[in-house]
Structures are given as structure tokens and as C-alpha cells.
């Protein structure tokens, strides 16, 4: 078991795009200085499949910033730039097109920069319908682990709001942790999300221990759930308002965080979307778990 407070904490770079976007140098000399030691990365990448890149050009408009991956630079340059620092990056996101089908190029990558993990952030709306659908993307995951392992990396499955409220006498989630090959299929619980869908996440660790590899931690005041099922865009961005630095909200993460540990949870990511004065708010989440 890891020691109570011997844990490293890293950051989801979601959190502060539009810095790296801008200064890419100063910003990862702020997160370095408040002391994160681990990072990971968001697509798309330049290997990325082409139907990705179209849509994130269309999405970056609204968002206000465009650069995604190693911004503008090799993956052998961003990750001298963040070793340098005394930071490292064992996870990357990534998209279901790119992981089906350029499996390769990412492995590639994932193997200069470092990292184990390459990470679904979310599961497109066609596959996930309904039950069934649920059921072929535990395939598909399956299928893609074995490809993922063969490049030497794992891949992992980051939940959103989705998928964890009961479809009649099942839930989604649990079919996706059940028919997936541990061996092959990993987990990274978002604790915002898993708490918006109803559910604690404590429930989850405690039920499928070993599964999750990493988390991302948020925190929420009030608690508040999904009004649906979690499925649609609408919903998830009228919870953002309730997302605020760790410590300052109500989600129990002391206990999150020791049963984490309990049950074999290898990186801690803070993550807060695209949060307003990076320098003050990451560093008030950062401060608080490392008293955990």
C-alpha cells in the first residue's frame, strides 16, 4: 500500500490550455513551480486520424484556442521541455478513430514521451446508444487493448457523465468494467462526472478493485446530479459552474483518495476544465491533496 502522503500528483492539461496555447514555456514553468511532477497530454496529435482533426478545428473556434498534442513541437522537443522540469507524462488522451486505426503512430509517440497510458476520453454518442452498443464497444475495447499492448502501452477508458445511471436493470458502466479483459482494458474514474451520474465513486473502487489505474480529480459544491442520464453536451456544461478548486467543495475526496491507494490507483491527475486563474485555483487543489 502507498504511504498516506507519498503519492505523486499531476495535472490534466485540459485544465490550462489556453496557456500552453499561448506560452507554452511560462506555463509549464507555473505548473512545475506549484509542483506537479506528472502531466498528461490531449489530442489531437499530428498522427491523429483526419476526421478528428476536422472536428477539433470547428470545436477550438468556439473554445478560443487551437493547439492540442505537443504544440508544435516533436514529441522528443515537448518532452525535454517538461523532463527539464522535473515532469513527466505517463498518459495521454487520444479518440476512438485514432486508436482504431492508427494505433501505430500513437504507440510511436506514447514510447518517446514516456507514457503507459493511451486514454478514450470519451466515448462517441453511435456507440453508445443503447445496451447493445454498450456491449460491442466492450469488444471493441478488448480489441484495442491487444493492440495497445502490443505496442507496449496500455489503453484506458476515462469515464464522462454517461453510462452510469441504471438502463432498466443494468448499468452501463458496470457492463463495460465486466466484459472488458483486465489484462487489456484499464480505467480512469473522473470523480466529477461519477459523482454527477449518481454515483460514488468509492462504490466503484471498492467494487472493482484494480481496475482503475488513474484518476481525475475534481471537486463539486453542491453536489449536483444530472438531470437525464448524463448523455448530452447540455447537461454536462450546466454542471460546470459547480466545479471548483479540491477542498473546497463536497465531494468526500480524503476517502477517495486512501481508497485509492488501497486498491492499486498509479496516477492522480487535478483537472479543472479550462479553469479561470490556473496559477491560483491549481495551486489551491495541489495544496490541499498533499495533505491527504
Excluded at 449518481?198 to 484494480?210: A, M, Q, T
Excluded at 453542491?222 to 459547480?242: A, H, M, T, V
Excluded at 495551486?283 to 491533496?289: A, M, P, R, T
Aim: charged share 25%; with cysteine.
Amino acid at each position: 500500500m502507498m504511504n498516506s502522503k507519498n503519492y505523486a500528483l499531476g495535472l490534466g492539461l485540459f485544465s490550462v490550455p489556453k496557456g500552453l496555447n499561448d506560452d507554452l514555456e511560462g506555463t509549464l514553468d507555473m505548473l512545475a513551480s506549484i509542483g506537479f511532477e506528472e502531466l498528461e497530454v490531449f489530442g489531437p496529435y499530428t498522427f491523429s486520424d483526419e476526421k478528428t482533426k476536422q472536428e477539433w478545428a470547428a470545436t477550438s473556434q468556439m473554445l478560443g484556442f487551437s493547439a492540442s498534442g505537443f504544440y508544435g513541437h516533436t514529441p522528443e522537443d515537448f518532452v525535454s521541455k517538461v523532463n527539464d522540469r522535473g515532469m513527466s507524462i505517463p498518459s495521454m488522451h487520444t479518440d476512438i478513430e485514432t486508436l482504431q486505426h492508427n494505433m501505430s503512430a500513437l504507440g510511436e509517440a506514447a514510447r518517446k514521451i514516456g507514457a503507459t497510458y493511451v486514454v478514450l476520453p470519451a466515448l462517441p454518442e453511435p456507440y453508445r446508444k443503447n445496451l447493445d452498443d454498450y456491449k460491442r464497444s466492450a469488444e471493441l475495447f478488448n480489441e484495442i487493448g491487444k493492440n495497445a499492448r502490443e505496442e507496449g502501452i496500455r489503453f484506458g477508458y476515462h469515464n464522462h457523465g454517461y453510462g452510469l445511471k441504471p438502463w432498466g436493470t443494468e448499468r452501463p458502466m458496470d457492463l463495460i468494467l465486466e466484459q472488458t479483459d483486465p489484462d487489456l482494458v484499464f480505467f480512469e474514474m473522473d470523480l466529477f462526472w461519477t459523482t454527477a451520474g449518481g454515483i460514488n465513486p468509492i462504490e466503484l473502487l471498492d467494487k472493482y478493485p484494480n481496475r482503475y489505474k488513474m484518476l481525475h480529480i475534481k471537486d463539486m459544491k453542491p453536489i449536483k446530479e444530472f438531470q437525464g442520464d448524463g448523455s448530452s453536451p447540455q447537461e454536462w456544461f450546466g454542471l460546470f459552474s459547480n466545479m471548483t478548486s479540491c477542498g473546497k467543495g463536497d465531494i468526500d475526496l480524503d476517502g477517495i483518495i486512501k481508497k485509492s491507494k488501497e486498491i492499486g490507483v498509479e496516477h492522480f491527475f487535478v483537472e479543472q476544465d479550462m479553469v479561470v486563474q490556473p496559477e491560483v485555483a491549481l495551486k489551491e487543489s495541489f495544496d490541499y491533496l498533499k495533505t491527504l
